[in-house]
């Protein structure tokens, strides 16, 4: 009902950056909480960070401030940049959204995931 396509993966060098982003687009209402989430090969999904529709954020202590999410909420997009790069940040990453849509329902919406590879 309410697609999320993130953009703005692919292959960087170890301690390159990249910056993710993630639009919602279709009939929405009101979009609350927005995430970022990554799956490295053979791995669970964890978390990377969050932010509310009020601008307060949350992010995975194993990231050591490497990482910065924010969001433009007249654009229904949140990012995520990334910098100093490491391999173990290889990953799929994808977007998150708690919002509700035109209709009223209020659910978590997810994207199909874009790919990051570290590697020299």
């Known amino acids: 009902q309410v697609p999320l396509v993130e953009s703005g993966g692919g292959l960087v060098q170890p301690g390159g950056s990249l910056r993710l982003s993630c639009t919602a687009s279709?009939?929405?209402?009101?979009?609350?909480?927005m995430g970022w989430y990554r799956q490295p090969p053979g791995k669970q999904r964890e978390l990377v960070a969050t932010?509310?529709?009020?601008?307060?954020?949350n992010y995975a202590d194993s990231l050591k401030g490497r990482f910065t999410i924010s969001r433009d909420n007249a654009k229904n997009t949140v990012y995520l940049q990334m910098n100093s790069l490491k391999p173990e940040d290889t990953a799929v990453y994808y977007c998150?959204?708690?919002?509700?849509?035109?209709?009223?329902?209020?659910?978590?919406?997810w994207g199909k995931g874009t790919l990051v590879a570290v590697s020299s």
């Open positions: 998150n959204a708690h919002l509700m849509s035109g209709d009223l329902s209020m659910r978590d919406y």
């Open positions: 279709g009939s929405i209402f009101s979009i609350y909480d």
């Open positions: 932010i509310t529709n009020g601008g307060s954020t």
